[in-house]
């Protein structure tokens, strides 16, 4: 077998990844460029493995740790994602720019209003004379 087919792959393969990182901005489409990133690593890292005869096996070791630490991150990395749609209402990387969220204007929601959100009978008349007893404005 000869060595440039899988690293022309690979090359390839990593960067179509480089080019979701760069160009996307779904979070989720960021994480799955990273993703093909690592697998152009680890076709790499066999194909070498192959090609020198490493009776160890060095390549296909290496190639199983980033293969945990992959499904590690993707396990975080969605977390991250689910817990920033939770409070963002958004997962547009470029919207996605500070970590700070006193001062900055919420995404608007484009189905409707927050279900979560919603007061029910008698909570706005209380929310409005809490407000008007502490001098603040209403909504």
Do not use: C, K
């Not at 070498?48 to 296909?60: A, I, K, P, T, Y």
């Amino acid at each position: 077998m000869h060595l440039a087919y899988p690293l022309v792959v690979a090359a390839l393969l990593f960067s179509v990844g480089v080019y979701g990182v760069l160009a996307r901005r779904n979070a989720i489409l960021v994480l799955m460029s990273v993703e093909l990133m690592l697998n152009a690593v680890n076709l790499n890292l066999v194909a070498f493995d192959v090609w020198l005869r490493d009776r160890l096996h060095g390549g296909q070791v290496l190639t199983l740790f980033t293969i945990v630490i992959a499904a590690a991150e993707v396990g975080l990395g969605l977390a991250i994602v689910l817990l920033v749609f939770r409070n963002r209402r958004t997962i547009d990387v470029d919207r996605l720019r500070s970590l700070a969220e006193d001062g900055t204007a919420p995404a608007p929601v484009p189905d409707g209003p927050d279900p979560r959100r919603e007061q029910g009978p008698g909570q706005a008349e209380r929310g409005e004379a809490a407000a008007s007893a502490e001098g603040g404005v209403t909504r």
